[in-house]
């Protein structure tokens, strides 16, 4: 069972990326789905969420109106866009998966797979 995590690299502050997860080993299309962020010396942090029919979202508000996050259940592939890039989006971006209407859809321990994670690194 597995989360794979792509489409990280190195952009320019304004610039913008795509990160795809994609899953193995099992079926996660009815499992709800977010993206965190962990940078150097600092907490992991949620930086999206998307409901397992994908009629929810929510932003970590630093981000709300410069990333999308989406799915595509046919795929079992979640997406993130990443437009407008900061400098302070420098980190490992995880996706994760949990189950269904959690409590706490911004919590860590919300989420029961997790993928490897991508580096996005953004220069000024």
């Known amino acids: 069972v597995q989360l794979q995590a792509y489409g990280g690299g190195l952009a320019q502050a304004g610039g913008s990326l795509r990160l795809s997860c994609a899953a193995s080993?099992?079926?996660?299309?009815?499992?709800?789905r977010a993206w965190f962020r962990q940078a150097p010396g600092k907490e992991r942090e949620f930086v999206a969420f998307i409901s397992w029919s994908g009629d929810r979202t929510d932003y970590k508000d630093s981000v709300n109106g410069r990333f999308t996050i989406s799915r595509d259940n046919a795929q079992d592939t979640v997406y993130l866009q990443m437009n407008s890039l900061k400098p302070e989006d420098t980190a490992v971006y995880l996706c994760a998966a949990g189950v269904p209407r959690a409590a706490m859809i911004r919590a860590i321990y919300e989420y029961s797979y997790w993928g490897q994670g991508t580096l996005v690194t953004v220069s000024s």
């Open positions: 080993g099992r079926s996660f299309s009815e499992y709800d």
